[in-house]
């Protein structure tokens, strides 16, 4: 059996103990949680979160530097960065429009008087671009400040492409430090069903059905949304722009999508979905090396699609009409928020508070939401990755278009 039916068996394991113990023994399900499930899951997310500081710094040295045309290596940026943006504008129409469909907040009753929400305030953008430069990198790499690590990584790996022979043992340092991480990567996969396991029935024995009934109708716009989104826009974006099978590219990509799904963090993904792109999907490593690690950090179309739905459902509940205007400000504030934060902890909370603000919206509807978002958060990671590996896809598959043609015309 191969580790992706593991980890699928161990997701529906965890849901069905998780359910068990919430329904039948709540109490022993404390104890539980505690000393088994909890532990075992930090287990598994510390393991691969280990390993994803000096793989992004590896891995983006290594693909910069095997960019070496300055030129190449702003085309791809650009390319990756539009495609970011894009979608991320796509993914906010589409979460708008099913949540005008569904409705999820018109007729229900809910709470509102009693939410309990400390909004968070973003930093400046114009604070977030200048932190992308780190003073002190060895800092950066200790705090895990993704921005600052990958902006470091551009620079060495622009410097060694332009000395050449002279720093080639660094080069080749670099290169084997990146073989050990992906193979460490292999390594702590094995953890991979155990993790999953402990993380699903943790996360459903603490949640139980009465607040997923609750808010059924809220989980029906963002999952539709959701799949929506990973379907039609990423696979449009694999068969037009990249001339590939979507059903091919989804299949392939799947191993990582369910890790994505039983860990819900992007970064922690990030070494699997990597190697997965570049094994399963031929991505090339430079292409792999810079735009997924940069995805993880900026590209979040999941969570933009449920600050879309959130929004609509919270001004539902309070009874706000929203005009055209604070649409079109809901597409805005979210798309630039998802640059103007990156990498701060907690983005998608701090980026819902600020789309509410924008619109006038009470902040102290997000705890409305908070009760079902770990369930919704596994699901959103897994667009998020899918996401990344799609653009990497699109933009590889042009630079082999565009090798292609010089060779041809050379």
Do not use: W
Request: hydrophobic share 55%.
């Amino acid at each position: 059996m191969n580790l992706t039916k593991k980890i699928i068996i161990s997701l529906i394991l965890g849901l069905i103990v998780g359910l068990g113990f919430n329904l039948f023994a709540p109490n022993s399900f404390e104890v539980v949680d505690a000393y088994l499930l909890t532990p075992l899951g930090t287990i598994f997310l510390k393991s691969i979160m280990m390993l994803v500081v000096p793989l992004v710094l590896f891995s983006i040295i290594l693909g910069t530097a095997g960019i070496s045309d300055p030129k190449k290596l702003g085309r791809i940026g650009g390319k990756t960065i539009a495609f970011y943006l894009i979608t991320t504008a796509i993914a906010l129409i589409i979460g708008l429009s099913m949540a005008y469909i569904i409705q999820p907040g018109a007729g229900g009753v809910f709470e509102t008087t009693t939410a309990d929400f400390e909004a968070r305030q973003a930093p400046p953008v114009v604070e977030t671009l200048l932190n992308i430069i780190p003073t002190n990198p060895i800092d950066a790499m200790a705090k895990g400040t993704m921005l600052q690590i990958i902006a470091f990584a551009v620079l060495i790996g622009f410097a060694l492409a332009r000395l050449g022979e002279k720093t080639k043992g660094l080069l080749n340092l670099v290169a084997q430090g990146n073989e050990v991480m992906m193979y460490l990567v292999n390594l702590v996969m094995l953890l991979a069903p155990y993790g999953a396991f402990a993380l699903i029935a943790s996360a459903i024995g603490k949640l139980g059905l009465n607040a997923l009934q609750a808010m059924i109708l809220y989980m029906i716009a963002v999952l539709g949304a959701l799949i929506i989104h990973a379907l039609v826009t990423y696979g449009s974006a694999v068969a037009f722009l990249a001339k590939r099978n979507p059903i091919e590219f989804f299949k392939k990509f799947s191993p990582a999508m369910i890790v994505a799904f039983s860990t819900s963090s992007s970064s922690a993904t990030l070494p699997v979905s990597m190697r997965t792109a570049q094994e399963n999907l031929n991505v090339s490593k430079s292409v792999s090396s810079f735009v997924q690690p940069l995805g993880a950090t900026i590209n979040m179309d999941g969570t933009a699609i449920m600050q879309a739905v959130a929004t609509v459902f919270i001004a539902q509940v309070y009874l706000i009409d929203l005009t055209f205007g604070d649409l079109l400000t809901v597409i805005l504030t979210a798309t630039l928020a998802s640059i103007g934060t990156a990498g701060v902890p907690g983005v998608g909370l701090i980026m819902l508070t600020m789309v509410l603000t924008s619109v006038g919206l009470p902040v102290e509807g997000v705890a409305l939401v908070l009760a079902v978002d770990r369930i919704l958060d596994m699901t959103r990671t897994a667009v998020n990755i899918t996401g990344d590996a799609a653009c990497a896809v699109v933009v590889s598959s042009g630079e082999d278009q565009n090798n292609l043609k010089q060779q041809k015309t050379a």
